[in-house]
DNA sequence: TAGCGTTATATAAAAAAATATATAACGATT
DNA sequence: AATCGTTATATATTTTTTTATATAACGCTA
């Protein structure tokens, strides 16, 4: 138990008042959706049950000023989801946020020591 | 639902390849029983059972190199508890980080835009 | 129009986490 | 040696969260 390794880690997301709105998890649902154009899909991608994921985009629709995911549901294939231009600008905004997060803990990583 | 007010938030801790060793609730912790000299007394300072906040700090004490607190029972009030040289460090290495953590939400807060 | 795979939604079941309860150990103080 | 308030630990209960199951709606396709 002596010399343990010791890493800064951490998570950012971004919030209203109301509480937490975006956070990595729901922009790699986000991704996901893009990539396969399915909620089914990317819940079963990431392990996660499709009421899970379906809750967390109607959140992000509902909060994110305006819908992120547009969905439909019959048709050719069943159905589909797409990710609308607020969502790629979600995505591509947090990932700016994501980078600068990853530099600043690179930067302070080895500033703990016991 | 127009223009809500984004604000970028976060956390930071610190971990080793075991998991997570130190976060801002266990340094609350920390400082809590290092003003009361009480385990049970922080606990209820911040609404947790006595049990969590003991899991807490074994945990703390198993994984920090060497222990943080040292407690004792029996004899004048009961009991007592005190944070060690490197429960000390601890609290003041991780507010170093955590100010630093700081600084950095509030140099990028205004830089999610929808 | 029957079938398909998905979205949408509610409800039930299961799992996990938090909390409460109980009890013993402890040592200075009286 | 009895008391006190705390630490230490196990067990039980409750609450919360997660996951599973079921069912309906939908619209293209064959």
Redesign the pocket.
């Known amino acids: 138990m002596d010399k343990p390794e010791f890493k800064i880690n951490g998570r950012i997301w971004i919030e209203t008042p109301d509480g937490k709105v975006l956070g990595p998890g729901r922009v790699e649902l986000l991704e996901r959706i893009k990539a396969s154009g399915?909620?089914?899909?990317a819940a079963l991608q990431m392990?996660?049950?499709?009421?899970?994921a379906?809750d967390l985009?109607?959140h992000m629709n509902e909060n994110l000023g305006s819908p992120v995911i547009i969905?439909?549901?019959?048709?050719?294939?069943?159905?589909?989801?797409v990710v609308t231009e607020n969502g790629l600008k979600a995505i591509e905004q947090f990932y700016f946020l994501q980078n600068k997060f990853r530099e600043f803990l690179k930067a302070d990583d080895s500033e703990f020591r016991l």
Chains 1, 2 share one sequence.
């Not at 392990?47 to 899970?52: A, E, F, I, N, P």
Request: net charge positive; aromatic share 8%.
């Open positions: 399915s909620i089914r899909q392990k996660m049950s499709y009421k899970q379906w985009i109607n969905s439909h549901r019959g048709g050719k294939g069943g159905g589909n989801a």
